[in-house]
């Protein structure tokens, strides 16, 4: 899979689909990487181009030198876009990346078409929060942060049902890049978009998980009351949604995409 330069850091990406037909870019979440959408990219491939990416510090993507912002974020989505001559997008993001949504549907709306908010909110988590998990991980690596991740991210239900597709990702969180993680913790401290989160525009789906820990269905109705014309759809998962719910997940973001 290619990987080019973008701002600071060399991102890894990959495509499926025609690439004359509309571009959906798929952003993953903390500490998992573009193997996560491989259930919508399946799908999604018939009748769009499917680009997905490692965030920064993710998976094979540089974490660079610098600090990172939720605009860092959002000004690498727009830099993989001009690169590939791609002029406006749909655009999918799950938890961070879904914050980096949000902020490219109120700094750069004329990028998108449609936008997809997944488990996220306009505010995750606190600074504090944050700050102490960068410091965590910064001091003893990423174990600390996989140990007790299944349990935030999936159901009991799902953890006795699919115990080798967790291990698998689980097993990715470890091998993450301890600096690229912490360094978007200190990106998602700093992130607030309550304020300006009304800004967006552009026709958006929001996702909730029903029991979801981290970005509650409260958080996604927050959203879906002051994004003009937002929808809704909560289903019966956890904080990876797209994972737990496959199916259900893709069904949703097809169709909408689609309509």
Not at 54 to 81: C, F, K, M, N, Y
Not at 133 to 154: H, K, L, P
Not at 180 to 191: I, K, Q, R, S, V
Not at 237 to 255: D, K, N, V
Request: hydrophobic share 45%; with cysteine; charged share 20%.
């Amino acid at each position: 899979m290619p990987s080019i330069r973008i701002n600071d850091v060399r991102l890894h990406f990959r495509t499926d689909g025609d690439p004359t037909k509309q571009c959906v870019v798929l952003s993953n979440s903390l500490g998992t990487d573009l193997s996560m959408w491989d259930a919508q990219a399946a799908v999604l491939a018939a009748d769009f181009y499917v680009l997905r990416y490692d965030t920064r510090g993710h998976g094979q993507s540089e974490s660079g030198g610098a600090p990172v912002s939720l605009a860092t974020l959002g000004h690498d989505v727009i830099g993989l876009l001009d690169t590939l001559a791609i002029p406006r997008a749909h655009f999918c993001g799950i938890s961070m990346g879904g914050m980096t949504g949000q902020w490219l549907g109120i700094h750069a709306p004329q990028r998108l078409n449609k936008l997809v908010l997944a488990n996220t909110a306009a505010r995750i988590g606190t600074h504090e929060g944050w700050t102490a998990r960068a410091a965590q991980v910064r001091a003893g690596g990423m174990d600390g942060v996989a140990d007790g991740a299944a349990a935030r991210w999936f159901t009991p239900a799902f953890l006795a049902r699919e115990p080798h597709s967790v291990a698998r990702m689980i097993a990715r969180l470890r091998e993450q890049d301890a600096e690229g993680y912490a360094a978007c913790c200190d990106a998602l401290a700093e992130a607030d978009l309550r304020a300006t989160a009304g800004a967006i525009t552009v026709p958006t789906l929001i996702v909730a998980g029903t029991a979801d820990p981290v970005t509650t269905v409260a958080d996604a109705g927050w959203m879906r009351d002051r994004i003009p014309g937002a929808c809704l759809v909560a289903l019966a998962a956890s904080h990876i949604s797209s994972i737990e719910a496959a199916p259900r997940f893709t069904g949703a973001l097809a169709a909408f995409l689609a309509d």
